[in-house]
């Protein structure tokens, strides 16, 4: 019992600073936030640019109707497919959550995957210019290969990075170069403190696992979306307007059984797909987190329980403020 209230803020704290749990795909993000939440009275604002999409459920792993009613979620199922949803509209909503659950005596608990809303949120957003209608419509009627060509041609150090699977990134940049005239790189780095709230005493904490224990989760969370209905997920989607959407589109899993529904892979082939895609996925996570994001890494051994991962996260978090006060009695 003495421990259980130690771990709980006292009420003299009126503002508990954010804590952020950031790392790769099935690291294990959830279940240590979730129980971090419990033990600190916090509430979790989900950073994923893919789960604040509404039916996008099974492929985004979204947390359980009975973990969001264990603790508060935010930034869940806030979007229609229907609607574009970016790293601004991200900064304000999670600004306002952050503030509801302070204005409450919580702790808020940032945990996702999407880098860019990390930085966002912790930095501002960038100085790079808003989409222009008429040159989208034409670059998304460029082949790939010919944008592709065009990047690295013009930015280099963008073209050796970026996701060259990914369509809607490398429209992005090959777009910002065109109205701007300046590489994208240079322009991704130029951000701006001005842009929004600013969260720099925030703890921020990465999770990471040996590659083989990592792989071996994937494949498995992979399985697991697929025998709990993945492909009739996608398939009442797309009558939702899931193809239409080209972010929504990218989130992977969804690609590849559209892909499947239409013909072009057989199930065991689209299953395989979508391990290696997650896999190379959570290599290009972990590459952005450890050169964009400052963060206390701890590494999750095979064996190791959520519930010893939260204590060492909590450990990690108190030792990034001056006082552990800050976070904790």
Request: charged share 25%.
């Amino acid at each position: 019992m003495a421990k259980t209230a130690e771990l709980h803020p006292p009420s003299s704290i009126l503002h508990p600073r954010p804590i952020l749990i950031a790392g790769p795909t099935a690291v294990g993000k959830s279940e240590v936030a979730l129980l971090l939440a419990e033990k600190l009275g916090g509430e979790i604002i989900s950073v994923d640019s893919m789960q604040v999409y509404r039916g996008l459920d099974i492929g985004t792993a979204k947390p359980s109707p009975a973990e969001r009613a264990r603790v508060p979620h935010h930034l869940i199922d806030v979007a229609d497919l229907a609607v574009s949803f970016d790293a601004a509209k991200f900064v304000t909503l999670a600004n306002e959550a952050v503030a509801q659950i302070q204005s409450r005596g919580k702790v808020p608990i940032l945990c996702g995957g999407t880098g860019l809303y990390f930085r966002a949120f912790l930095e501002g957003l960038g100085e790079a210019p808003p989409a222009d209608a008429k040159l989208r419509a034409e670059l998304e009627a460029t082949p790939l290969a010919d944008l592709l060509r065009e990047l690295e041609q013009l930015d280099p150090a963008t073209f050796a990075r970026i996701d060259r699977q990914n369509p809607r990134r490398v429209i992005r940049a090959v777009e910002v170069i065109r109205l701007t005239g300046k590489p994208f790189s240079e322009q991704r780095a130029d951000w701006n403190p001005a842009s929004s709230i600013q969260h720099p005493a925030s703890a921020a904490v990465g999770l990471t696992r040996a590659p083989g224990d990592l792989r071996r989760r994937i494949d498995a969370r992979v399985d697991q979306m697929f025998a709990r209905g993945l492909v009739d997920e996608a398939r009442r989607l797309l009558d939702q307007g899931l193809a239409q959407n080209p972010t929504a589109m990218q989130a992977i899993g969804y690609r590849q059984v559209v892909e499947h529904l239409r013909g072009e892979s057989s199930l065991p082939e689209t299953i395989e797909l979508v391990k290696v895609r997650t896999r190379q996925f959570a290599k290009r996570q972990m590459t952005w987190f450890r050169g964009q994001m400052q963060a206390n890494w701890i590494t999750i051994t095979a064996d190791e329980s959520a519930g010893a991962v939260a204590e060492r996260v909590l450990s990690a978090a108190k030792a990034s403020f001056p006082s552990g006060a800050d976070v904790v009695g």
